[in-house]
């Protein structure tokens, strides 16, 4: 086809496309769409980064209509939180008065750790632990730090909660430094969109607990989530990163946090 | 320029702002584009929506700021890709493919076939009226919409193309051409369709 096609063509697509405008009001709605499932996928990204708990076992105390107690029975099957970016400090120092606000306890943050990688943002969350049906049966709150760009490492901190049990992720490394025993783990995790169903391999390796299937990403997508944890003073510590740095790496930096006096 | 690029630095970064701002500056192009490949305007919100949560989501994935744009298109394409395919009832489409479908299959063998219709595609489209052409982009498969409308409305090149939609570049300029043929052929055979509607009512 020639420049005159060419030109032709352009033209009547340009024409019929520039009739084509949403009103300021369709404008506006959508953008007050687009937050809200911003905010819910972040909601699943980041209920999927703290592991599903699935089937452990949690007795719990609930109040009900705010006057009777009762005691239930209850699976968490989940641990739920949400953060808004403006509750997000941008100093160490600002995330230490919060927790000492909020959680009654001063933790330790490392400001830049010796690779280099460096404290970036942080809040004090409200974790929910919800059963299937999505009654909260524990809330606690939690401190969150994220390191380096775009949070690539991430630090969490919240008082020891015996009603939920440890997960079965593979433990890839423990050692012992200052008393305090550091287990490193690594957990495979395939992120699929909410509609999409998993190849029979990877239910497959569900069952067997050696994949971690979690829904409700844009995309399907496989990571490596490799954390390490660790208990100091009643708190317990969880520094995480799903991109290429190794449990080695990480059990370095924890062991940078410990040392923080 | 330089404006847009510290913007899209600053939604990389978390601000809500920034991402308000580029949502307001993208939005109309984005919802045309998604206009043109789907052809109904539900979808097309869907799509816009749907863009800009995973633009957000997935910032970090963008490495380039200046690549900003591409990579909106390159979201948009493939979510109203996988909307077609759900539309379809989950039939899997081969985007690395061409001809994939029967009705693309027959299209193309109608061209084949049919010498007559090997004339100028712009003999064709200076006979025809804006209406008559846009219904016929319309009637062409999804694959083709979207090569035509990044070709001759974003005026990307074949490369660029490729990028976006994840083909080989070979593969955007086979699909460019045969959306070209298939254009032509969707006129011609409306055209054939008038001519004998005309006759009919003359002899009526």
């Not at chain 2, 109309?28 to 799509?47: Q, V």
Request: some cysteine.
């Amino acid at each position: 086809m020639d420049n005159l096609g060419d030109d032709r063509l352009k033209q009547i697509i340009k024409s019929e496309l520039d009739q084509i405008k949403p009103d300021a009001h369709a404008e506006n709605r959508c953008l007050r769409e687009i937050h809200k499932k911003i905010e819910m996928r972040s909601r699943i990204m980041k209920f999927n980064k703290k592991r599903m708990v699935a089937a452990l076992a949690a007795v719990c105390t609930i109040t009900v209509m705010g006057t009777v107690t009762a005691i239930a029975g209850g699976k968490i099957t989940g641990l739920f939180s949400s953060t808004s970016r403006d509750e997000m400090v941008h100093s160490k120092a600002e995330l230490i008065q919060l927790a000492e606000r909020q959680m009654g306890t001063t933790p330790k943050i490392v400001d830049t750790f010796s690779n280099g990688i460096s404290f970036n943002e942080g809040s004090i969350t409200k974790v929910e632990g919800r059963d299937e049906n999505q009654n909260p049966l524990i809330t606690y709150p939690e401190l969150y730090a994220g390191y380096g760009e775009n949070n690539r490492v991430g630090l969490d901190i919240h008082e020891n909660q015996d009603m939920i049990p440890q997960g079965s992720s593979t433990v890839i490394k423990h050692e012992v430094y200052q008393d305090i025993t550091l287990e490193a783990h690594e957990d495979d995790y395939l992120f699929l969109p909410p509609d999409a169903k998993p190849s029979e391999e990877d239910s497959k390796l569900e069952e067997e607990g050696k994949l971690m299937i979690s829904y409700g990403s844009s995309e399907e997508e496989r990571k490596v989530y490799r954390y390490v944890n660790w208990s100091e003073n009643g708190m317990k510590y969880t520094l995480s990163s799903s991109d290429d740095l190794s449990c080695d790496d990480l059990i370095g930096m924890a062991k940078e946090v410990i040392d923080v006096k | 320029m330089e404006e847009k690029k510290a913007l899209v630095e600053s939604m990389i970064n978390g601000s809500e702002a920034a991402f308000d701002e580029l949502y307001h500056s993208y939005s109309g192009k984005l919802y045309r584009m998604a206009y043109f490949i789907t052809g109904n305007r539900s979808d097309s919100e869907d799509i816009l929506q749907e863009t800009f949560v995973k633009c957000y989501l997935y910032k970090s994935k963008l490495k380039q700021t200046e690549r900003f744009e591409p990579w909106l298109y390159q979201i948009l394409v493939r979510t109203a890709w996988r909307l077609e395919r759900k539309k379809k009832g989950r039939a899997e489409i081969s985007y690395e493919g061409i001809l994939e479908n029967e009705e693309d299959k027959k299209s193309a063998e109608h061209i084949r076939e049919d010498k007559k219709t090997d004339g100028p595609l712009e003999s064709v489209l200076v006979a025809e009226t804006a209406n008559e052409i846009q219904a016929a982009l319309s009637n062409l498969d999804i694959k083709y919409r979207t090569v035509i409308l990044l070709y001759y409305y974003n005026e990307l090149s074949t490369r660029e193309i490729a990028h976006i939609t994840g083909a080989m570049e070979g593969t955007v300029k086979s699909r460019l051409h045969k959306a070209r043929k298939l254009l032509k052929d969707l006129l011609k055979a409306d055209s054939s369709e008038k001519t004998e509607m005309e006759r009919g009512f003359c002899h009526g």
